[in-house]
């Protein structure tokens, strides 16, 4: 038996209620496992989409299935629980007046109570290294510490996708590395969304282009990077001196990495 | 417990009083103000015996006086009233020291200066004991409406957020070369408020998108934690019930 994709969209197409279209026909197909890196410039539909995995935007035209779910209405709560959405502003996620309890939030709202949610609330911080924060107050945190209690607050939900918006914007190097390691050794299909591209390259084997609402280019990253034209058509720049390949080749021999998968 | 959350208010300790559930607390400190404020006012004794009581409560929570008289200076801007009442007070008037002074005013004046320190005091002991989480936990336990914990809440959490919004959009327009001290200027601080209003708006959106991605649906779930035993109850209700007979009997005694 094969597991169902973590993500399946077909043809999604999304127009705003001002008539500004956004998505033309988007297809994605996400396997159980895989980290996928969507690029693209600003403005091109990026964010759109990802408000369409949980359901929060709804297709004009076309499906969405999450491990193998419809995301319609009557699936909200199954649905919103097998995609947790990693926001870029930590402090947009973090409301609750201290750690514990808005990690506690969405598995709360998932109808766990006593124990199992305390569990849950230790297991997720615990794997985003901030075990011993639960009782701080999410602004007596640094920047780095809220992002990674933002992950912790969709982990505790035990989904089936993360999604993370930016998830390095505005993060110092160690924060950045910090943050790396950790997203690496979670078991969870990942979703990045990011203007990162070598963050990009080192954490996710594909990628995925989205420009104008289309998806323009889905291949393994050094590929997709590595090539100049199709990057400079969708306004995508590598930082100064950035040679993907030469930094793909490196980052193999320094740490035994996954392939990527086709 | 949340020392993360300690407000100005807040003083850190481990006394009995501290440990109290903040749902006990709470009521105790609303039913001693009342008693208080049921005083009569030509009672002093009464007053007296409140002070030392509020007193054996600050002893035993290890909240100084010093601490306590510091904090109590909120309420001076109330009581600016008091001092005039005698002067202009009607009715039947003392000499002293120079002034003509009205009985009635300065009974008035007693009456709110008294009251007043009395009721922020028992007020304030309940904020030095109390974090602030513990205290909308406390509130939430006493069935305040959700809707008002919810606001609560998140002013708590957004007070924060916000006020540093407002502090680095004061250093970005004081490098710009304005100088709030200047009138004419005060038109670049009032465009600021309105934009820090459109952003905290906008703020709202993003927060309630969070929230409804985690599964919100317009219900917080339950506070977790034990609620208060029957022993807090009786240990806490203890003061308002001390307050309450010296309220009877000043009004049996008048």
């Known amino acids: 038996m094969t597991r169902p994709a973590s993500l399946d969209m077909r043809s999604v197409a999304y127009a705003y209620p001002d008539g500004h279209q956004a998505l033309f026909g988007v297809n994605l197909r996400i396997a159980h496992g895989e980290r996928v890196a969507l690029l693209g410039p600003n403005g091109a539909g990026k964010t759109t989409l990802v408000l369409h995995l949980n359901g929060i935007l709804t297709a004009g035209a076309g499906s969405v299935e999450v491990g193998g779910l419809p995301v319609a209405k009557e699936h909200f709560a199954e649905v919103r629980r097998r995609v947790g959405i990693v926001f870029q502003d930590p402090d947009d996620q973090l409301f609750m007046p201290t750690v514990a309890e808005d990690v506690a939030f969405g598995p709360a709202n998932l109808g766990l109570r006593g124990a199992e949610l305390a569990n849950r609330v230790d297991e997720a911080l615990a794997a985003v290294g901030m075990g011993e924060f639960g009782d701080r107050a999410p602004h007596h945190l640094s920047f780095g510490q809220r992002r990674r209690v933002a992950v912790a607050t969709v982990l505790a939900m035990r989904p089936e996708i993360l999604v993370l918006d930016e998830p390095s914007s505005n993060l110092d190097p160690a924060s950045r590395r910090e943050l790396s390691e950790i997203l690496r050794g979670l078991d969870v299909t990942l979703l990045m969304v990011t203007h990162d591209l070598p963050y990009a390259l080192e954490l996710c084997p594909r990628s995925v282009i989205i420009d104008r609402g289309v998806i323009v280019a889905d291949g393994q990253t050094p590929e997709v990077l590595g090539d100049p034209e199709l990057m400079a058509r969708h306004r995508l720049e590598l930082p100064y001196g950035f040679d993907p390949t030469l930094s793909f080749t490196r980052s193999f021999a320094r740490r035994p990495l996954s392939p990527p998968a086709g | ?254």
């Open chain 2, 1 to 254: 417990m949340s020392a993360g959350h300690a407000h100005p208010l807040y003083l850190d300790g481990d006394s009995p009083v501290h440990r109290l559930p903040p749902e006990v607390k709470i009521v105790a400190a609303f039913a001693v103000t009342v008693a208080i404020v049921a005083t009569p006012r030509e009672a002093f004794w009464a007053f007296g015996a409140y002070a030392v009581l509020l007193a054996g409560v600050a002893a035993v929570a290890g909240v100084g006086a010093g601490w306590l008289a510091k904090r109590a200076l909120i309420e001076l801007p109330f009581v600016v009233l008091a001092v005039v009442l005698p002067l202009v007070g009607g009715g039947e008037r003392v000499e002293w020291a120079g002034l003509s002074l009205s009985v009635d005013g300065l009974y008035g004046a007693w009456n709110i200066v008294a009251k007043g320190t009395l009721g922020v005091i028992a007020s304030l002991l309940l904020a030095a004991t109390t974090p602030m989480r513990d205290l909308l936990l406390g509130l939430e336990r006493l069935r305040t409406p959700q809707v008002v914990i919810q606001i609560a809440t998140f002013m708590l959490r957004y007070l924060v957020v916000i006020g540093d919004q407002a502090r680095r959009m004061r250093i970005a327009r004081l490098s710009r070369g304005h100088d709030p001290g200047f009138l004419w200027q005060a038109h670049a601080f009032a465009a600021s408020v309105g934009s820090l209003f459109i952003r905290s708006y906008e703020r709202g959106e993003r927060v309630y998108l969070a929230m409804v991605s985690r599964g919100y649906t317009g219900r917080m779930p339950a506070p977790g934690g034990a609620a208060a035993s029957p022993g807090h109850w009786a240990v806490a209700l203890c003061v308002p019930l001390a307050a309450s007979i010296v309220t009877v009997m000043a009004w049996l005694l008048r």
